[in-house]
């Protein structure tokens, strides 16, 4: 692992064990290196109204954009098992929001052994903000 995928591992540990989980029992955390430099972290938040749960990357997102951070360099989610946990269907739209094509998102499972994907690979032909430039 290089140097920026041991503290992105490290600071999406520190969170997960933080996932507020009591349905699932799946903790999740995710960690941004964001254009700003720095590092935002998010764990999972679910609630009574099931719906209302909040996934890892997003509030690891929420994070990044009230801390200054405008752009994904490389993120980083882990979760529970033996496979690599990868982002649910909303969250790869969430990231490709702050993401490009090539962007790298690393996915781990129990053993922190990283896999690495595209934001392409894992959201292909995908829509985004700049479809909507003319209109703003
Ligand atoms: N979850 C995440 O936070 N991120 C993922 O990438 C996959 C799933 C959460 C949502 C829910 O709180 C729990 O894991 C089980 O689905």
Known sequence: ?????????????????????PYSRFP????????????????????????LGACAEGSAI??????GGTRIHRIFVIGDGDKPVT?????RQRIREFAGADTVIFCAGDDG???KYTMNEILPDSFGPEFLEDKS
């Open 28 to 51: 999740v955390g995710a960690a941004i290196l964001a254009d700003d430099g720095n590092v935002y972290a998010g764990c999972n938040v679910e609630n009574a109204a099931y719906p």
């Open 62 to 67: 929420s994070a990044m954009v009230a801390g």
């Open 87 to 91: 982002p649910c269907g909303g969250c």
């Open 113 to 115: 052994e990283p896999v």
């Open 1 to 21: 692992m290089d140097a920026v995928n041991q503290a992105l591992y490290e600071a999406a540990q520190k969170v997960r064990k933080k996932a507020h989980v």
